[in-house]
């Protein structure tokens, strides 16, 4: 089984809408991530998580907003989905120590149209 | 702010032939050094790091080495497969958390 799990993979949505992307690990750290990939800019920061309560802004948070709801679980919503957060978005773990680096999920495709 | 520059692609090789991506960062400080690679349709995972100067990172034929003086991380491998095709991202973290990335270089290696 996966160490971080994305659900779901792909989803197509309307502007406007409100979408959650949801994510899993069962490496047991405590850093989480969310990120976004759009091609030629590579991989932008959104959200980061040390832990359940520590919840920190990005570069590009505007319009995202986070949920830890356990060690284990980090999801990413869009309150109000526009064209231009069509993007792949990976979620990522990493544990404590200051060297290590990140694992990450598979990445979820969003288009908004 | 710290920042991460590769070189643009795509890179066309052949098999067996010799393979150079450049990465080139700046920071204010000693970040550690990592070359991630991304599959089709897969996350990116780490293929080798480098945590000080002087440093060798090496996985699977791939070598990378820390380079202060010229502020380099280049990425390179004697002679590619066609399962190397893929894209290559350079890396640094910055302090404890933070871990900026390059704009990624795609390879394809042709039979």
């Known amino acids: 089984d996966a160490d971080v799990t994305q659900t779901p993979r792909n989803r197509i949505t309307k502007t406007g809408k409100r979408i959650m992307l949801e994510c899993s690990q069962t490496k047991g750290h405590d850093r989480m991530y969310w990120y976004r990939q759009d091609p030629g800019l590579g991989l932008r920061l959104i959200y980061y998580s040390f832990d359940v309560k520590d919840i920190n802004k990005g570069e590009i948070s505007d319009g995202y907003s986070v949920s830890r709801q356990a060690q284990a679980k980090f999801s990413l919503s869009l309150e109000s989905a526009i064209p231009n957060q069509t993007a792949l978005y990976f979620c990522?773990?990493?544990?404590?120590?200051?060297?290590?680096?990140?694992?990450f999920g598979p990445g979820t495709r969003l288009t908004v149209l | 702010g710290d920042s991460v520059t590769q070189m643009e692609g795509p890179v066309t090789l052949s098999e067996e032939a010799f393979l150079t991506i450049n990465c080139t960062y700046t920071a204010t400080g000693y970040p550690s050094l990592f070359w991630y690679v991304q599959y089709p349709g897969e996350g990116l995972q780490l293929l080798l790091k480098?945590?000080?100067?002087?440093d060798k990172g090496s996985n699977k034929g791939f070598e990378a080495t820390y380079r202060k003086e010229t502020t380099s991380f280049h990425l390179e491998k004697g002679s590619v497969q066609v399962s190397d095709s893929a894209v290559y991202f350079c890396?640094?973290?910055?302090?404890?958390?933070?871990?900026?990335f390059g704009t990624g270089t795609r390879l394809k290696v042709l039979a």
């Open positions: 480098a945590t000080k100067a002087d």
């Open positions: 990522a773990t990493a544990p404590s120590a200051s060297t290590d680096t990140q694992y």
């Open positions: 890396a640094l973290r910055e302090g404890t958390y933070k871990y900026i």
